[in-house]
């Protein structure tokens, strides 16, 4: 069955898995190979190849959650051309979370493909601890994708420079906002006496879980940036 | 069966880009939106397409709003003269994500676009101009929607580009359909047109069946008393003077001997018709 969205979610596939695999690339290939020579020019001892392969996971990870920043950012540039096919805004951008959902899903499956990979090779694979890694990973991912999908609607609002401050003052602020949301969850509240609420948990991270909420929360903020009336999907000149 | 702009107002800041305009675009008529550079062509279509939001006013679809409605504005195409498509993605897979959903055939888009010779295995961010120009025609002239706008469809384009441009034009174009040309060059659009808009610092200036309207448009030109006794009592459009001679442009019959009385054509027209200071 032909998808309608097929071109877009192959776009945003390609790019989650071009950048996935170039890291990748670079971190399970070319830089054990470039310590191997290193090791055997300076007669130093080898290491065994196993030791390259613990942190993989996480090396790749950092760059999917930078490439799901670049997605958010795509978001205004894909909802145009949904437009163009005769979709609302509202459509359009209810597409595009359609296509980043399940690019995150594709973006986990990713992480836990390497994850597999470079745990066996090291030797160490455990894969419930691993799995729920990459589940983090890919919450954190929500909150890179928000903050771009939020950038890229503000900058609809004005002209540049004047966009570009209001994007800064958004993001120091959600930032800031983090943070303090961070600090509570970690604190302790009495009541009163003999009452004590513990927001504090260990059984899950709570920052991924704040990193996830923060990231709908802001992709939430830019659907209603595209429904104010000073947002425009348009080239800068009037004509 | 018609889309009808009703007392659209828009504004840029200070700027007044439309101020009140109404117009409707009728199925079976190629419609030329014509107006000078800043007029505000461009920003009415773009009212109409979503990608601005109007002050004031409202734009409907058989009595309908169409930003309420999606399935009135899927009966739309919006060739802009904006970027509305990623950068990175290749022209043929625009093509063929416009046949899967529904806009137009990538049949045809591909068959256009052997004849304009455009590389469709090229991204966006590679094309030239002219060339971005042709493929936006391309995606319009393929559009199988109701009502197709092209924002200056003929930007960049050489001659022989605009020809072909021409004949697809008409080729594609059927009585249940409509076409709406936004251009400032008149001369060329003027054969196509059944039907014109004229805008002028973001107001209306006419509407009208193009032949109709020009039918009654007269320039009479000759010694100064001779054509102001000629126009007298005339509605006059458009008046200039050089060195004793007079140029008129009205409304209605002159009958009077001794000056000269033309027919006038689009271009002279909408010159005379948007001049500054007039």
Same mark, same amino acid.
């Given at each position: 069955?032909?998808?309608?969205?097929?071109?877009?979610?192959?776009?945003?596939?390609?790019?989650?898995?071009?950048?996935?695999?170039?890291?990748?690339?670079?971190? #399970?290939?070319?830089?054990?190979?470039?310590?191997?020579?290193?090791?055997?020019?300076?007669?130093?001892?080898?290491?065994?190849?196993?030791?390259?392969?613990?942190?993989?996971?996480?090396?790749?990870?950092?760059?999917?959650?930078?490439?799901?920043?670049?997605?958010?950012?795509?978001?205004?540039?894909?909802?145009?051309?949904?437009?163009? #096919?005769?979709?609302?805004?509202?459509?359009?951008?209810?597409? #595009?979370?359609?296509?980043?959902?399940?690019?995150?899903?594709?973006?986990?499956?990713?992480?836990?493909?390497?994850?597999?990979?470079?745990?066996?090779?090291?030797?160490?694979?455990?894969?419930?601890? #691993?799995?729920?890694?990459?589940?983090?990973?890919?919450?954190?991912?929500?909150?890179?994708?928000?903050?771009?999908?939020?950038?890229?609607?503000?900058?609809?609002?004005?002209?540049?420079?004047?966009?570009?401050?209001?994007?800064?003052?958004?993001?120091?602020?959600?930032?800031?906002?983090?943070?303090?949301?961070?600090?509570?969850?970690?604190?302790?509240?009495?009541?009163?006496?003999?009452?004590?609420?513990?927001?504090?948990?260990?059984?899950?991270?709570?920052?991924?879980?704040?990193?996830?909420?923060?990231?709908?929360?802001?992709?939430?903020?830019?659907?209603?940036?595209?429904?104010?009336?000073?947002?425009?999907?348009?080239?800068?000149?009037?004509? | 069966?018609?889309?009808?702009?009703?007392?659209?107002?828009?504004?840029?800041?200070?700027?007044?880009?439309?101020?009140? @305009?109404?117009?409707?675009?009728?199925?079976?008529?190629?419609?030329?939106?014509?107006?000078?550079?800043?007029?505000?062509?461009?920003?009415?279509?773009?009212?109409?397409?979503?990608?601005?939001?109007?002050?004031?006013?409202?734009?409907?679809?058989?009595?309908?709003?169409?930003?309420?409605?999606?399935?009135?504005?899927?009966?739309?195409?919006?060739?802009?003269?904006?970027?509305?498509?990623?950068?990175?993605?290749?022209?043929?897979?625009?093509?063929?994500?416009?046949?899967?959903?529904?806009?137009?055939?990538?049949?045809?888009?591909?068959?256009?676009?052997?004849?304009?010779?455009?590389?469709?295995?090229?991204?966006?961010?590679?094309?030239?101009?002219?060339?971005?120009?042709?493929?936006?025609?391309?995606?319009?002239?393929?559009?199988?929607?109701?009502?197709?706008?092209?924002?200056?469809?003929?930007?960049?384009?050489?001659?022989?580009?605009?020809?072909?441009?021409?004949?697809?034009?008409?080729?594609?174009?059927?009585?249940?359909?409509?076409?709406?040309?936004?251009?400032?060059?008149?001369?060329?659009?003027?054969?196509?047109?059944?039907?014109?808009?004229?805008?002028?610092?973001?107001?209306?200036?006419?509407?009208?069946?193009?032949?109709?309207?020009?039918?009654?448009?007269?320039?009479?030109?000759?010694?100064?008393?001779?054509?102001?006794?000629? @126009?007298?009592?005339?509605?006059?459009?458009?008046?200039?003077?050089?060195?004793?001679?007079?140029?008129?442009?009205?409304?209605?019959?002159?009958?009077?001997?001794?000056?000269?009385?033309?027919?006038?054509?689009?271009?002279?027209?909408?010159?005379?018709?948007?001049?500054?200071?007039?």
């Amino acid at each position: 069955m032909k998808s309608k969205d097929r071109v877009v979610i192959k776009d945003y596939f390609l790019t989650v898995l071009c950048s996935g695999a170039v890291a990748a690339l670079i971190v #399970m290939v070319f830089i054990p190979i470039l310590l191997y020579t290193i090791g055997r020019q300076i007669g130093e001892g080898i290491p065994v190849f196993s030791v390259f392969f613990s942190g993989t996971l996480e090396s790749i990870a950092v760059v999917e959650v930078i490439t799901h920043i670049v997605l958010g950012a795509l978001v205004l540039q894909y909802m145009r051309l949904y437009m163009f #096919m005769g979709l609302t805004r509202d459509r359009a951008f209810l597409k #595009m979370m359609l296509v980043e959902g399940m690019t995150l899903i594709l973006t986990f499956l990713f992480l836990l493909v390497i994850g597999t990979v470079s745990g066996l090779v090291a030797g160490n694979l455990e894969f419930s601890s #691993m799995a729920l890694t990459c589940l983090y990973i890919t919450l954190a991912c929500t909150f890179m994708f928000g903050t771009g999908c939020v950038s890229s609607a503000l900058s609809t609002t004005c002209r540049p420079p004047l966009s570009v401050a209001v994007v800064v003052i958004f993001l120091v602020f959600m930032s800031w906002l983090f943070e303090k949301a961070s600090d509570l969850l970690s604190e302790t509240f009495i009541l009163d006496e003999g009452i004590q609420v513990i927001f504090n948990t260990t059984s899950f991270n709570t920052e991924t879980m704040l990193a996830f909420v923060f990231g709908v929360i802001m992709t939430a903020v830019a659907y209603v940036i595209y429904k104010l009336p000073i947002s425009q999907m348009k080239s800068t000149s009037i004509s | 069966m018609s889309i009808e702009v009703r007392d659209i107002k828009k504004s840029f800041h200070m700027t007044k880009a439309l101020d009140g @305009v109404s117009c409707s675009f009728e199925r079976g008529h190629i419609i030329g939106l014509l107006g000078r550079n800043g007029a505000g062509k461009s920003t009415l279509i773009k009212c109409i397409g979503n990608r601005l939001y109007q002050n004031e006013g409202s734009i409907l679809l058989d009595g309908r709003e169409v930003r309420k409605s999606p399935k009135d504005f899927e009966r739309i195409t919006i060739v802009g003269d904006e970027n509305m498509l990623p950068s990175s993605t290749k022209l043929k897979n625009v093509f063929k994500m416009m046949d899967d959903m529904g806009v137009g055939s990538e049949e045809k888009a591909l068959m256009l676009s052997k004849k304009f010779k455009l590389d469709v295995n090229k991204k966006w961010e590679k094309l030239s101009t002219g060339y971005r120009t042709i493929f936006k025609d391309i995606l319009g002239l393929a559009s199988n929607r109701e009502y197709v706008f092209f924002d200056e469809p003929i930007l960049g384009l050489d001659a022989n580009h605009r020809e072909l441009f021409y004949e697809e034009l008409l080729a594609s174009f059927s009585p249940e359909r409509c076409f709406v040309v936004a251009t400032h060059l008149i001369e060329e659009i003027s054969p196509l047109v059944d039907t014109v808009i004229i805008i002028d610092q973001g107001k209306l200036l006419r509407e009208g069946d193009k032949d109709t309207l020009l039918s009654n448009i007269r320039m009479v030109s000759g010694e100064r008393e001779r054509v102001e006794k000629a @126009v007298e009592g005339m509605k006059v459009l458009s008046r200039t003077t050089i060195l004793g001679q007079t140029k008129v442009m009205v409304e209605g019959e002159v009958e009077e001997e001794g000056v000269k009385v033309e027919n006038v054509d689009l271009q002279r027209y909408f010159v005379e018709m948007t001049k500054d200071g007039e």
